[in-house]
């Protein structure tokens, strides 16, 4: 036999309304001013990719510059040489490196790169883009919070359930798409700076390419399981009874515990 159904009115609780508006508050204008400061820097970088273009291809002019340089004094010390094994030592050094042509010095591939990261960066406007209007409503619905309104609540749970989404969505195409083009360019670009340098890749080290793609893997599930946080508190509490209670107006709670007292005559 079930239990008889109790009449009582839910006892509305404020506590938690107050407590998630002052975090949707905080969180959202930092988040703001983090999506803010990443659209500013990125439509900085766009328009150095021109600049970054030019210093590209006068640092390559130089090295073709420098390269014919050295091929003409090492042909001049072969046919100077006196002996058959000097000229050959001479010979051996141009061959090798006319294969190998001219090169960029150390460290450029890595400044040059940024340009090159076509996926990252338009993964990084979507980001930011998205962060920066999320945010802006998780701000407005954190002040309806505080004034304990119903469509304060409404709002943050349409917000939380949009940031998971939003989270879930950008993630995944983070793991399965940008990651392994930015892992593959990184890696070329150390793994060239290394070998122009002569120091070449350490013994028993992974491949770059590899070491890059776990690294940014992990964070990017990090991120997600981080992020999701938040959102999730704020669906289990504001859908709790106590706080729809509290969100309601004063007429609407009368109205409900009138109507719960007639049913319990």
Do not use: C
């Amino acid at each position: 036999m079930s239990e008889p159904r109790s009449n009582a009115p839910i006892r509305p609780r404020p506590k938690p309304l107050t407590v998630i508006g002052l975090l949707n508050l905080l969180f959202g204008a930092v988040l703001v001013a983090v999506a803010w400061s990443m659209l500013g820097g990125m439509a900085f970088n766009r328009m150095t990719v021109e600049p970054y273009e030019g210093l590209k291809r006068a640092l390559m002019l130089q090295a073709e510059r420098e390269h014919r340089e050295v091929m003409a004094t090492l042909a001049e010390r072969e046919a100077a040489a006196q002996s058959e094994d000097a000229r050959q030592v001479f010979h051996n050094e141009r061959e090798r490196r006319a294969s190998l042509g001219p090169k960029l010095p150390p460290g450029s591939e890595l400044m040059m790169m940024g340009s090159q990261m076509q996926s990252f960066g338009t993964w990084s406007v979507v980001s930011s883009a998205s962060s920066l209007g999320i945010n802006v409503l998780m701000i407005v619905a954190g002040a309806g919070l505080l004034q304990r309104v119903e469509w304060g609540r409404r709002l943050s749970l349409w917000v939380a359930g949009i940031k998971l989404a939003r989270l879930l969505i950008l993630q995944t195409v983070f793991v399965v798409f940008v990651v392994p083009s930015f892992a593959r360019q990184l890696g070329k670009a150390v793994e060239e700076t290394m070998t122009i340098q002569g120091r070449g890749m350490p013994a028993g080290m992974p491949n770059m390419t590899q070491l890059y793609a776990g690294i940014y893997t992990v964070m990017g599930i990090g991120m997600l399981i981080l992020g999701a946080i938040y959102p999730i508190v704020m669906l289990v509490l504001l859908n709790r009874p106590g706080v729809k209670a509290a969100s309601l107006p004063a007429e609407v709670r009368a109205s409900q515990i009138m109507l719960e007292a007639g049913r319990g005559r």
